[in-house]
């Protein structure tokens, strides 16, 4: 659905360079989250948000920052990508916190 | 330790056929949800079960909620090719105060025409 967009939707990149990926919403809804997706692995979570400059880290939090200056975005930064970081990235919105609502996806390639 | 085990991994059958695809744990969850993901695409919400024993019906696709709130499962009748795809299940833990969900890891469903 168009209420949550992802960008970019495919990135290559190099070992060592920063990554910042985008997730915009225009559900106005107060939790948003950052996964990743690996075979094997299933989705697992790397960062959430409560509200505007609220987070805290998930699962697979290492590596990974995060920052959300508005309701509708929430930004997903890697410092120093490594080939480990090789994912498809969902970001995903919710109400309440229980039923999310994902984005199409990033596609990341760490080379 | 992954906290909801779902099964089977994989699922391949007819079209026509019917299936069930289970999602446990030993863990007691506040709500269940059931998704749909299909290549290049982000999970879609199906379902959300909340009650003890509850059963919700979506077409031909029936959820039900453990009495004990710790596994739920996925009926599908007479399946079809659209109903390729990724199921996840997914629970929000009672207690856990944080807002997040488990995932886990899917059952990965082919029907075949």
Known sequence: ?????????HKVTETGTPVTLRCHQT?????MYWYRQDPGHGLRLIHYSYGVKDTDKG???DGYSVSRSKTEDFLLTLESATSSQTSVYFCAISIAGDEQYFGPGTRLTVT | ???????PQFL????????????????VFSSLQWYRQEPGEG????????TGGE????KRLTFQFGDA???????????????TGLYLCAGERTGAGSYQLTFGKGTKLSVIP
């Open chain 1, 59 to 61: 699962e697979v939090s």
């Open chain 2, 55 to 58: 059963v919700k019906k979506l």
């Open chain 2, 43 to 50: 999970p879609v919400l199906l379902v959300t079960v909340v």
């Open chain 2, 12 to 27: 391949s059958i007819q079209e026509g056929e019917n299936l069930t695809v289970y999602c446990n744990s030993s863990s």
């Open chain 2, 69 to 83: 709130r710790k596994d739920s499962s996925l009926h599908i009748t007479a399946a079809q090719p659209g109903d």
């Open chain 1, 1 to 9: 659905d168009a209420g949550i967009t992802q960008s970019p939707r």
């Open chain 1, 27 to 31: 559900e106005n809804h107060r939790y």
């Open chain 2, 1 to 7: 330790t992954q906290l909801l085990e779902q099964s």
